[in-house]
């Protein structure tokens, strides 16, 4: 069930059986030519939606804004920095807790995000870790997945794209959102045909690097056909690992 | 154009003939027995496409999490702190600005955003206002509105619903979640029949007042017909202010 | 009483009979051709000590320094950013629940101040509403009171001043502190006797459309003996709204 | 003059002939039995005003919430923490600079305030400090002086009270607001004579080592002809002090 | 050269020839029953000091404290929040860039510091990045290289210790503090031989998991034997990796 | 004990028998032509570990940097912001509470930090004063004392150096750092013999004013013999004074 479309009670009578939550958490942001400025939001919002039509949980609002300092030499990109981020999550996860959501398994779509969101949750643990009293308290566990790491995607990504995938600007996401959203299929051209690669670095050194944004893919080899597939990978893989993180003790 | 199913550089395309933009902002929050915890995002998100579909504009992906301190009494509530929203609403400004975006109009769902934002506004203001070489520069302007503020929209809602409009969880918000998602329109009974008014404090005093989360509403009279007269007369407010908001100087 | 010229030992009597406090607020910020820099705290003050003439309260010393970085471009003014205030205002009213104050009646001046003043309140609520356990307690109430805008004040300044009461440096305030301080009447000319009015954005911004200060009034109309009604006219109307905020459930 | 009483073009005339402004600044906190809850900053509001009578200054409104956390434990005290009051001296002193001021004098009333006000000193510097471009700029230099510090002041209250001056509700300060408000007079028997001294840790600490606030002195000796004296002994104290400050390379 | 034994004018001349400097990074926190709490802080610095040995670098002082929240259960343990943690950072990077150093190199010696030291890069950076004009500067670049993380490393600790190398408390680190802290080397018993594994949350679940401290480690296993051939692979694969940083375009 | 070549063990005994720790805390700064860039944190660390041979203490590690925003101006020096300093003892002694210290001695050895770090013990101290419940617990209990101010290193300091001993850059501190770090010995001239004394603003005026980083001293008359002398002077003020902070009531 989608948070979003769902009432307080809906939600009482979910935690009576359940604890968990998936959140979706992204990033707004350049993705090359033909890549989708919302395309880390949108896989894993697609993604949790394809998880909520398998099994029992609750999608919270996607979190469209992540960590992405580093593409703001390109239009439309949108960050937060680090330390507001930290924040967000850090009160997204008190809220949950209120309600007595235990295990909260953020779904994600930006590699920029991993470092700070991992921060963030060591922000939330800290809280209870200060405290000598906090001992026999049951507790919040968070948990990052990235939905493009799974090993279904990851063989499905080598299968599909080979050394064409890249590390920005995927043809493995840009398939996923071309799937998702085929009314957006953009059709551009870009040269070279792949991306240089190198280190990322602040905005501007970024636009230098990088001229078009992606990094390293060839994005133009992106399809539905092969988003369909990568979904239901993901899908799969994301379940696989929400299951384990609620099950484990 | 929505930002997420844009390209960069569709944006840069689009700053050439324009620097406004539309940033829906709402909150994830109980609305009583039937209306959707995504009420406050959904709504302006609904009417942003709606402006979309009129006029030339950008549309930003929706800021779902809100201030909504006083419903975490209520399963599934999610809230910013005041600070945190700032920070936000600062970060994805200055993002903006960034590409040379000017005019910043946030769409928004939720009454209990609207002095948090309007600070964060001021926040933003104060970095140029300390500067006191900043005086040339043409610089950002930010403007909050509320989809359900316009003289349309209030006409409409008093037409149809008059006294049991109330103030949270209203007929006329629900209406509107229930002409965009058809699917999730619940049938719930509620009693009394218009809900208690009063303050709004803290989260468990809130819970005290309106045991089942609305006040001064009887959202049971919401209908998705409403619902869709609503949409187009917020439509019409929306794209009005907008336009009154960019043609100032 | 004043709370600066009274004991702790006469506090404590004080909360036995009350638990409530009134806390003038404001700005010190240009007031224009003739209106005193500290106008918007002067005015609160000179009220909150008629209250205390009539009824039994504490009045916490006035906080001169709000929220004003529009007025940045004139010399004197002094802001603090809304980050700033909201910690001012957290503190403050944690430090007067700690004694056991339960009602804090903040008497402001200054518009500029609401957004980020009730935005401090949320903050302080937002404090006990993460707080699962907090469900018992009476906690704090808060409540924001403009000296300007009750009843009988807004009906006195539209009899005495109609169109040219404006919305900064308007000749009730200014009359308000001829009243409180005639030996700091000034006679200035001003041209154009209405100043012009528009937005609110960024000091620079500001002082371009506002060239002398004002908007939309003609402070020169202000009289002491004008001043002396508003005051009383004020005095009851803050008295007023201060005995509903207590004696609300 | 008085900042609050004065027009932004008198402060415009002003700054053509100085650079300097003074910035009272003290405590809202216990005094013990018969000092006032305000002494702390009521007596550098005092003595500033003094200062204005005899010399071409401006005097900013008083900063009335100092560091007081100590006296948590007593009713009527309120505090901000640290981190706030840096936030607040650095948010005054940049509106402060913005004008062109450019020596800040705080004349302070409060030995727990010079810690953190001289920290918020530093956390303005640091900002030029960081800046590789900073170098040839004038900048702004801060000074806290404490009232009760000067020769003449010191030497007055040793041959007025001698052993019985104590550190924390002194018959010295009690004087001054005895004379500078002689309606505020208290007569209260306090034991023992003098009171204990310790450390200044917490609150309830504080309160447990001096019970009704005192700390190592006997304000039952406070006089207003002991303030009067004092008074003027401290303006001397201060204008030296600040014309040292305004000189100083 | 390091900087602590340095003065600066030493440090002026080395700056013409290089714009590197190597800052170790660790932790204070336990390491099992014969670890030592500063072993996450002494192996970088002792394996700084052997790079300083070889090649033409500035050792910048170790940061001791690092991000430890999850073994604050056991005595001895001291953290920085993750917040905390980003500000020192940056306020370190930025002091090192005021001087014209380029390129901070981050030897770390704490899988916790990880993901914090990076957000904190992301937070440097993002200052760069919002600014428009920022473009044509050359910037600093930040990187974070964990002394075991390199290949040498790596296939030493698995030649010496296998599977019983395990996540905290390693016989690699263990050894590496016995061959630099001879008389520190403790004798102590432990079981289970090797540690249990799982997940690391907060500091009692942290306890309750792991109640010696070690996370899936024989430390018995340690000699300095084997912490002289870690050092000496350790040094080589330090200097290789700040060589080719140096060196990156 | 050292902290650092300890185990969580050997602390858990440890505090059977003590709640005392000792945390030398110092800078990295140019200390003019012959001083070494960390003299501040090297003296109380050296002293520390005095300290640590003569009676039972447990040293935790040196916090190194420290406020130096002055020293900005000059290579090597690296400082924190006040705030963020603030943050960083927060952290740290709220991390030696967790474990059950309750008497912090920061061992300090750079006078810049004074104002900040007793800024930071009451931001400490004010979490418990908020707290109305605070009253009966125990609490912990902070003290900074500089290891160049106790009786006996002033005697021997003015004995040694008199008028040359300066406020920065001063023998009696380059001398224990000779002392300690012989190799490390530096032979420069220095002209004038006397450094210039003045007022410490930021890091552009400091060097204007203190060209090579000396304020009032003449370091060339520093020896090892007269560091040894300090040092043991050093070790017993220190000893002396954390004895009577141990014993304290």
């Not at 009314?183 to 240089?196: L, V, W, Y």
Request: hydrophobic share 35%; net charge negative.
């Amino acid at each position: 069930m989608l948070l979003q479309l769902s009432t307080w009670q809906e939600i009482d009578v979910y935690l009576e059986r359940s604890r968990g939550i998936v959140i979706p958490i992204g990033s707004t942001e350049q993705h090359g030519p033909n890549g989708l400025i919302g395309t880390d939001a949108l896989c894993p919002e697609t993604v949790a939606r394809g998880m909520d039509d398998k099994i029992d949980i609750v999608v919270a609002p996607t979190l469209s804004i992540g960590m992405a300092q580093h593409h703001l030499g390109f239009s439309g990109s949108i960050t937060l920095r680090p330390s507001t981020l930290i924040a967000v999550v850090r009160d997204v996860v008190q809220s949950l807790v209120r309600h007595g959501f235990e295990r909260c398994y953020f779904l994600n779509g930006h590699g920029g995000n991993v470092a700070t969101v991992n921060a963030a949750f060591s922000e939330i643990y800290a809280d209870s870790s200060f405290n000598r009293q906090a001992g026999n308290e049951p507790g919040v566990r968070c948990r990052l997945g990235n939905w493009y790491d799974g090993h279904r995607v990851r063989a499905l990504s080598r299968e599909l794209f080979g050394g064409a995938e890249g590390s920005h600007a995927t043809p493995s996401e840009v398939s996923l959102t071309f799937y998702a959203y085929p009314d957006a299929i953009k059709n551009t051209r870009m040269s070279p045909r792949i991306a240089p690669t190198g280190p990322i670095l602040d905005a501007a050194d970024y636009r230098r690097r990088f001229p078009d944004g992606r990094i390293g893919s060839d994005p133009s080899l992106a399809t539905p056909e092969a988003g369909e597939r990568l979904f239901h990978a993901a899908v799969e893989d994301a379940v696989e690992d929400y299951r384990r993180f609620l099950g484990a003790r």
